[in-house]
């Protein structure tokens, strides 16, 4: 069974800096590519940032470049994401997500929340 | 990038109708297109992908269509455990986008 737990969110203030983690278990994990997609309160979804399965190829979103960094361990099956001068905007449940292979987000963890105040 | 926008915002309509729902990509996307599902505190899932192919153990009652620009979602007879929120998704060149999400909500 796949599994995707996420860890590491928490109340923070603006412009201080925060690591999500992600871990992957139930599959090959180093044979797919992983996301992270976020939901603020009340909101859709927006894609985050995405890895490749050899880390070779990164993607951002435009509201976190920059700021944000993505990172895979295939050893420990594990995905991060850095967040560093988090704003207001910010706020919001991360979700670690594993692509189908195909661009698409098979598999879902429950997320983490990620809150953003002073 | 890409941007994805559904329609409507708001469905309402009666378990056992027919639900259509619209997603329109600034460019042709080709087939490269998901639709997902998300009820109130639970994680999206994936229904269709590549346009028109069901994801692992969705209802045949789903389905959708493109490719290009337009595509749609269609529920052929709603189930009262279908009103959720909807979304599309596009993916080009490492870049990801959802549409804003249609709420299929009963009449």
């Known amino acids: 069974e796949v599994q995707l737990v996420e860890s590491g969110g928490g109340l923070v203030q603006p412009g201080r800096s925060l690591r999500l983690s992600c871990a992957a278990s139930?599959?090959?994990?180093?044979?797919?590519?992983m996301h992270w997609v976020r939901q603020a309160p009340g909101k859709g979804l927006e894609w985050v940032s995405g890895?490749?399965?050899?880390?070779?190829?990164?993607g951002y979103a435009d509201s976190v470049k920059g700021r944000f960094t993505i990172s895979r361990d295939n050893a420990k099956n594990s995905l991060y994401l850095q967040m560093n001068s988090l704003r207001a905007e910010d706020m919001a449940l991360y979700y670690c997500?594993?692509?189908?292979?195909?661009?698409?987000?098979?598999?879902w963890g429950q997320g983490t929340l990620v809150t953003v105040s002073s | 990038e890409i941007v994805l926008t559904q329609s409507p915002a708001t469905l309402s309509l009666s378990p056992g109708e027919r639900a259509t729902l619209s997603c329109r990509a600034s460019?042709?996307?080709?087939?490269?297109l998901a639709w997902y599902q998300q009820k109130p505190g639970q994680a999206p899932r994936l229904l269709i992908y590549d346009a028109s192919n069901r994801a692992t153990g969705i209802p045949a009652r789903f389905s959708g269509s493109g490719p290009g620009t337009d595509f749609t979602l269609t529920i052929s007879s709603l189930e009262p455990e279908d009103f959720a929120v909807y979304y599309c998704q596009q993916r080009s060149n490492w870049v990801y986008t959802f549409g804003q999400g249609t709420k299929l909500e009963i009449k």
């Open positions: 997500a594993k692509e189908s292979g195909e661009g698409y987000f098979d598999y």
């Open positions: 460019q042709s996307v080709s087939s490269y």
């Open positions: 139930g599959f090959t994990f180093d044979d797919y590519a």
């Open positions: 890895i490749s399965w050899n880390s070779n190829s990164i």
